[in-house]
């Protein structure tokens, strides 16, 4: 008898078309190490195998795992500057206090006596210094103006020591410099030295013109030390 094809014949090719599939017919994947099926007997399956750990089916096969992604990734960085402004407050703070402490344990430094030149230079007169550190006072007694010139009455101190001295005039509106001559006042003391123990008193006579001028005092070799105005 011969087996035509159709719907229903186990060893007929699958119908064609809208339709049911017959048994066995794409149920189960095919076999090839199985027996062929028996006419109404179903393939046998394919031996099971687990997919691997943390498979994905929508993920193409040997691509590696995504990477897990935190939100504290895009967090901004911690801002410090708090942090060392604080510190660095603390340092400063810590070092005024020793610095204090320090200064508060040393003892107090002793105040200097006045030396005989200061407490000399507080009697009358103009204080001057020679040029080798002499400390002394000078000042105008009187002063004349004559049809020849200027005639002055003078003091010189000295402070400590020897102090030799000379004087030099000059009318402000042409600061030419005159040195002093021969007066009718005496005694006359153009050139001298003074000492502590004793003071110089005595006249020197400048030919100026009647005007404002200026009178120096020098050392005995013509260095300036001091300087006074007189009205003309």
């Known amino acids: 008898m011969t087996n035509t094809p159709g719907n229903g014949w186990p060893g ?32 046998a399956p394919l031996p099971y195998a687990p997919p691997p750990s943390g498979f994905d089916p929508t993920r193409a096969m040997g691509e590696a795992p995504p990477r897990p992604v935190s939100i504290n990734q895009f967090a901004p960085p911690p801002n410090r500057t708090p942090v060392i402004a604080t510190i660095a407050a603390l340092v400063i703070l810590v070092l005024v206090i020793a610095v204090g402490t320090y200064l508060r344990a040393q003892p107090a430094a002793p105040t200097p006596s006045p030396s005989v030149s200061q407490t000399a230079s507080a009697g009358p007169g103009h204080p001057f210094t020679t040029p080798t550190g002499q400390g002394g006072r000078w000042q105008i007694l009187d002063e004349q103006w004559t049809d020849e010139g200027l005639q002055l009455q ?17 009318a402000n509106a042409t600061t030419q410099v005159v040195e002093p001559t021969a007066g009718s006042m ?19 006579f400048f030919p100026l013109p009647r005007e404002d001028a200026t009178i120096i005092l020098a050392t005995g070799s013509g260095r300036q030390m001091s300087a006074l105005p007189v009205k003309g």
């Open 154 to 170: 003078l003091r010189i101190h000295s402070d400590s020591g020897s102090i030799s001295f000379s004087f030099l005039a000059f």
């Open 12 to 43: 007929g090719p699958p119908p064609q078309g809208p339709g049911s599939t017959p048994p066995g017919w794409g149920a189960q994947p095919w076999n090839p190490s199985a027996p062929p099926p028996r006419p109404g007997q179903q393939p």
């Open 186 to 204: 005496t005694p006359d003391i153009r050139n001298g030295t003074a000492t502590p123990a004793q003071p110089v008193t005595g006249y020197v």
